[in-house]
């Protein structure tokens, strides 16, 4: 066991934490909220920042960059989106800085005051909206289908690395349409795009889904999301993808003529995926000795320990374990070979176990004389030796192995954590005892959903996209419900 | 002539304002000093981000995301840094937003007022020192080879799309080090990467040097450079890379225990470039009928414009284009097949030629009969009409010769451009009539370079690495002197 990680079975949240600290992947800054990303927990997001760039750009999308200020007055445009969303945010009131008279340091100076404050973006839709009427003037001119990479701001209270922090990185895709149709389709494209990547890439089974209406993002007319379960049994909003109807449109007055010349307001939409989908990849497959990755986003797939005495012998390993690594590396496998002079092996091997890495090869005098090598697997922790000849094949077989295997443990888990309740008593049961999902008959009405939250905790996590119809009663006002929906804590 | 576009000759500087906007590269947001930058403008970005960050990765760096904000409080623990920098900034100072009370929209929540004001960053030095202080304790800690791909903010007041604005992106890297050498031939390194990433992408020939005194980085011990010529002759800093020397580790107090068990400073270097770059390959290369953009940089490499009557002339033109298409881009060539059947031929090569592309394709009816295609180059404007069966060996070698005649334009010009001269009259003269870099005896004093500045707004851009040792006077004091530095009129 990682020496300092606490249990998950004793302490979800204080394994979480540490792990992230122990693996290297970020920590709190001084400035209140906002994170520093390391080095290896960086790599990881540039993975993913790779593959859903291709991903978006396979699916037309070009990348663009608006302000990271955004006029005050832009915020009260959209009623909605100004109500339940932009009040916590930092607010930019002076720009420049003097030196105190005392020789103390700087102060602010008060003469240089901004005559309209600016918000440091906490989500883009309004000063893009802005820009968008520049550029639109024609059904010529659409689809815009543009995404930008950026940092966004939310003064939240209680942060927590990767999954809660007042800074986060992110992107947020902002697209305008001349129908209706058109920019609906395009919302569910994006959420798949978001649950394919979710699945085959952080091997996390995802429930596809729309929020209810209080659930919504402000400003949006539905708001569609993919929803994952963490060991300890709570949800996690792993992306949305918001249809906008033509709410921003309007606050914006975005309009284009048609083919006839006919002028009409523009139809959007919005979606997003951010740094706390690190939250979700850790939690998601991670276990008491540290991390588990999935081999499609770990930094390195691969790495190779020396077990030897003696410069000599350590020069043959060498020799062996380079004919491997060129082998792996021609095949698209990142490897590290280990040779750190002042370490032991059991302080290697214990070192990656924690940072996550797929696959260890440890080679010591043994294998030199038989010409084989011991394989172990980070995700069973099982170990076995192999002869060199076919290696190559052996460690990529395994990682796709691997791939599979945690996306499988997550599946079976998300399959045992969903369970049908029919009374509010086996719904607070099932919510305590087991957690996960709990599928319910809900009335439709807020007042039920904020009832429920209030008494429970639990928040309505999304009504599934696949929801067959059935007849049944609310488990909380008895009313008549056509469909379950799925409850669950959250983070 | 692209309509509209001014001429260099008349107006340099509204010729490139024009260019930026009618190139589909950035704009002007609402927000005062920021730029959007458009899809195009971005995906060359995008470019140049993806190569220099292999350079940095295949030197051996990482990237990390540091915080956006920076308490105002250690902006003020590095002397220097404080003094000749970080004035003109946004500072936030509240984390709230409140309705306000008449209904009008919302306001700042007096109640939500920070205790220390926090600085969005204009460089992040401090912070990531601050940090460092906590990741480093032994030799065996460092060196620490990080970099940030980032937004920063610099409350300029005359702003420039690209040029100058008040946010822009940049990469940051910051390294620490424990010995002087390590940091300085670091500080060296990335100056050559940057050297040859401008020379050799960009197409655009720089001189390396370094700063005097007064121009170099706050906080700094030496600052190097990169200058480049525009075809306006004034010079354009391309990019810097600072040795910090112990400054910023004894304002954070970064110690490290060496092998001995000493405790000693930390060496330290910076070094960015910025999305100036774009700014710079805008203006080094372009022309009276749009950008010229070097092969290895443009989003499109070559458009393929069909010349036709009808739908049937245009299927059949299709099938060729396609063709032609597929193995050009099994080269790894971008190609765009401009079949929009909305505009004229004409149009669409006038609005290829403003936005740079380098190689166009057009094919009619008769290269159709002939089975050849006409090939037009953007730099020489040359058109010539080839064989089909060898066009993607044409294509291909023809975007390098684009590269390297576009290189060699710039180079023919730079080294046209750098007059030597052994008087303060032929000083200003050459200033005054031909530009470029004015190469010159300077006695090594802050006052004469700023009376000099004064008086011609010409600075001292660097003292070249090459420099050759050389008796002589100062132009301005006739003091001695033991070199030439370069001077010129800047961006």
Redesign the interface.
């Known amino acids: 066991m990682a020496k300092g990680l606490p249990k998950r079975s004793e302490n979800y949240s204080e394994w979480y934490n540490e792990l992230v600290r122990m693996a290297d992947l970020a ?1 709190h ?3 209140r909220g ?6 290896y927990g ?2 990881i ?2 993975k993913m920042q790779a593959i859903l760039d291709k991903k978006f750009k396979d699916t037309g999308h ?12 832009y ?2 445009k959209e009623a909605d989106h ?1 109500e339940g969303f ?13 030196n105190a008279e005392d020789g ?5 100076d008060p003469d240089a005051k901004l005559a309209d ?4 973006r906490p989500t883009s839709e309004t ?1 893009i909206w ?2 968008y009427k ?1 550029w639109i003037q024609s059904y ?1 001119d659409l689809p815009i289908l ?1 995404n930008q990479w ?2 966004v ?1 939310r ?1 939240e209270m209680r942060t927590r690395l990767f999954l809660r922090t007042a ?1 986060f ?1 992110w992107q947020e895709g902002h697209t305008a349409h001349a129908t209706k149709a058109e920019a609906v389709a395009e919302t569910k494209q994006m959420l798949d795009v978001y649950a394919d990547f979710v699945e085959n890439y952080l091997a996390l089974p995802v429930v596809k889904g729309v929020k209810t209406e209080s659930e919504k993002f402000a400003g949006a007319e539905d708001t569609y999301c993919i929803e994952a379960l963490m060991q300890d049994g709570k949800a996690l909003q792993a992306g949305t993808s918001h249809f906008l109807g033509q709410n921003f449109a309007k606050a914006f007055d975005v309009k284009f003529a048609d083919k006839e010349g006919k002028l009409d307001l523009v139809w959007g939409t919005s979606w997003g995926v951010s740094t706390r989908m690190m939250g979700a990849l850790i939690m998601a497959h991670s276990d008491d000795q540290g991390l588990v990755l999935p081999p499609s986003l770990a930094p390195t797939q691969v790495v190779i320990v020396p077990i030897y005495k003696g410069e000599e012998q350590l020069a043959q390993i060498t020799e062996k374990v380079n004919e491997i690594k060129s082998k792996l590396e021609a095949q698209g496998v990142s490897v590290k070979f280990d040779d750190r002079d ?1 370490l032991r092996p059991g302080f290697k091997f214990a070192e990656w176990e924690l940072k996550g890495v797929p696959v260890r090869l440890a080679m010591g005098a043994r294998d030199l004389a038989n010409g084989t090598v011991e394989v172990a697997r980070r995700d069973t922790k099982e170990k076995q030796t192999y002869e060199l000849e076919n290696i190559s094949e052996v460690v990529t077989n395994l990682l796709e192995e691997i791939q599979k295997n945690i996306f499988q443990q997550a599946k079976d888990y998300q399959q045992d954590h969903i369970t049908e309740v029919d009374s509010y008593d086996d719904f607070k049961k099932v919510l305590e005892e087991k957690g996960g999902f709990v599928s319910a008959h809900w009335d439709g009405t807020t007042e039920t959903e904020d009832k429920i939250k209030e008494e429970t905790k639990a928040t309505i996590r999304c009504i599934p996209l696949d929801n067959k119809e059935e007849e049944g009663v609310c488990i909380y006002s008895g009313k008549p419900s056509t469909q379950r929906v799925l409850f669950a804590k959250a983070y």
Do not use: Q
Not at 62 to 73: D, E, G
């Open positions: 920590e800054s001084d400035v906002c994170m520093v990303i390391k080095p960086y790599a997001w540039e070009s990348n663009a960059y608006f302000p990271l200020f955004i006029p005050k007055s915020l009260s100004v932009a009040k916590e945010c930092a607010v930019v009131t002076h720009y420049r800085l003097k103390s340091g700087v102060v602010v404050e600016l918000i440091v000063v802005n820009t520049k010529r543009v950026a940092n701001v003064w800074e990185l002042t």
